[in-house]
T-cell receptor, first 111, second 114 residues
Framework: GQQLNQSPQSMFIQEGEDVSMNCTSS?????WLWYKQDPGEGPVLLIA???AGELTSNGRLTAQFGITRKDSFLNISASIPSDVGIYFC???????????WGLGTSLAVNP | GAGVSQSPRYKVTKRGQDVALRCDPI?????LYWYRQALGQGPEFLTY????????KSGLPNDRFSAERPEGSISTLTIQRTEQRDSAMYRC????????????FGPGTRLTVL
């Protein structure tokens, strides 16, 4: 099925560094979502974005809904070891609830 | 229950057998979603329900896959005549309202078809 372009595919950073990842689509979305998945667990919703240009924070996480409605980014500031995991973006268009997902960004944090 | 539960957690079956995967959403949640996630991939939408009504089944790979939610609570995803390519993690998610994104995911059922 259709999947979004998410980059980078993986990141290995030092504790305390900031992280940025993004997601792009060939089609317009009206909702962008960011999830984190730990090994063996289901995805956990981090941030939901519903409006073009919207910038939303959740603690050290900040996400933005691109103005073109075809992209979104997620920033993590001052990373800590528990930030390790796979981060997925997901988008939704129209009125249906079908989510299109990215392939994930795997984050490793060196303490 | 406190969260979304799924059963069984692991299912190993032989090719050609039928399997039924169960999802028990958070009590009172209107929307229920089924996803399939292959190793190293993001989840892939299969189908979703609002109450007992199946709203979108466009993600079901073929007619061997079906899902139901007859009383608007527990849902069953059935795969008939399983094939090896059906092996994956099958995840269920629920949301309190129909306007909300997939928020609460279950632990998944790992299906292996030999």
């Amino acid at each position: 099925g259709q999947q979004l372009n998410q980059s980078p595919q993986s990141m290995f950073i030092q504790e305390g560094e900031d992280v940025s990842m993004n997601c792009t689509s060939s089609s317009i979305f009206n909702t962008w979502l960011w999830y984190k998945q730990d090994p063996g667990e289901g995805p956990v919703l981090l941030i939901a974005l519903y409006k073009a240009g919207e910038l939303t924070s959740n603690g050290r996480l900040t996400a933005q809904f691109g103005i073109t409605r075809k992209d979104s980014f997620l920033n993590i500031s001052a990373s800590i070891p528990s930030d390790v995991g796979i981060y997925f973006c997901a988008g939704q268009s129209g009125n249906n609830r079908k989510l299109i997902w990215g392939l994930g960004t795997s984050l490793a944090v060196n303490p | 229950g406190a969260g979304v539960s799924q059963s069984p957690r692991y299912k190993v079956t032989k090719r050609g057998q039928d399997v039924a995967l169960r999802c028990d959403p958070i009590s009172g949640h209107v929307s229920l979603y089924w996803y399939r996630q292959a190793l190293g991939q993001g989840p892939e939408f299969l189908t979703y329900f609002n109450y007992e009504a199946q709203q979108d089944k466009s993600g079901l790979p073929n007619d061997r896959f079906s899902a139901e939610r007859p009383e608007g609570s527990i849902s069953t995803l059935t795969i008939q005549r399983t094939e090896q390519r059906d092996s994956a993690m099958y995840r269920c998610a629920s949301s309190l309202t129909s306007g909300e994104a997939s928020r609460f995911f279950g632990p998944g059922t790992r299906l292996t078809v030999l």
